[in-house]
T-cell receptor, first 112, second 114 residues
């Protein structure tokens, strides 16, 4: 069935360091991969996404890479700041559906 | 544009009761998806509606149902509530149905079943 595995479950970094979160998906038909950031008590917010015809996408300090052959994609945050502390979720959706399959989430803590 | 709104924000119900949650999508968005968020199971897909039709359904029992109105507003209903239904219920809207369209979440409805 459809499954998305996300690692690590928790990540602690010093302010200014980089953070990397990795996800693997099972459904080879998946072709859309969004990342969401959820702060405590708030809704998930879309921070970046990538489609299967692209290998990498950047938005300021955030980047996402996709390896379709290996069926994995990663979120990279550079120059982390305390306000980056949150739970991050990766997700994948399959062709012709709006159904998002989420990873289990990564709790990122950025220490000042 | 106003964001996705959900009502009510909090609900307390007892086992066996039923509950209806409402979601108003971003203006112009025609697709609404529902998700259940719990600490143990994470974010799980319930169903997706587009043009008043259910397009996709997750692996939840038939006690969970939904509908969408002509103005794209959506409701979900849970009948015969169980303790395990306690969760944050999130809806997300997107411009249209299908893959590759960004989904934006509402603030959620926190349901507690006692």
């Amino acid at each position: 069935g459809e499954n998305v595995e996300q690692h690590p479950s928790t990540l602690s970094v010093q302010e200014g360091d980089s953070a990397v979160i990795k996800c693997t998906y099972s459904d080879s038909a998946s072709n859309y991969f969004p990342w969401y950031k959820q702060e405590l008590g708030k809704r998930p917010q879309l921070i970046i996404d990538i489609r299967s015809n692209v290998g990498e996408k950047k938005d300021q300090r955030i980047a996402v890479t996709l390896n379709k052959t290996a069926k994995h994609f990663s979120l990279h945050i550079t120059e982390t700041q305390p306000e980056d502390s949150a739970v991050y979720f990766c997700a994948a959706s399959s062709r012709n559906t709006g159904k998002l399959i989420f990873g289990q989430g990564t709790t990122l803590q950025v220490k000042p | 544009k106003a964001g996705v709104t959900q009502t009510p924000r909090y609900l307390i119900k007892t086992r066996g009761q039923q509950v209806t949650l409402s979601c108003s999508p971003i203006s112009g968005h025609r697709s609404v998806s529902w998700y259940q968020q719990t600490p143990g199971q994470g974010l799980q897909f319930l169903f997706e509606y587009f043009s008043e039709t259910q397009r996709n359904k997750g692996n939840f029992p038939g006690r969970f149902s939904g509908r969408q109105f002509s103005n794209s507003r959506s409701e979900m209903n849970v009948s015969t509530l169980e303790l395990g239904d306690s969760a944050l219920y999130l809806c997300a809207s997107s411009f249209t149905a299908g893959d590759g369209y960004e989904q934006y979440f509402g603030p959620g409805t926190r349901l507690t079943v006692t």
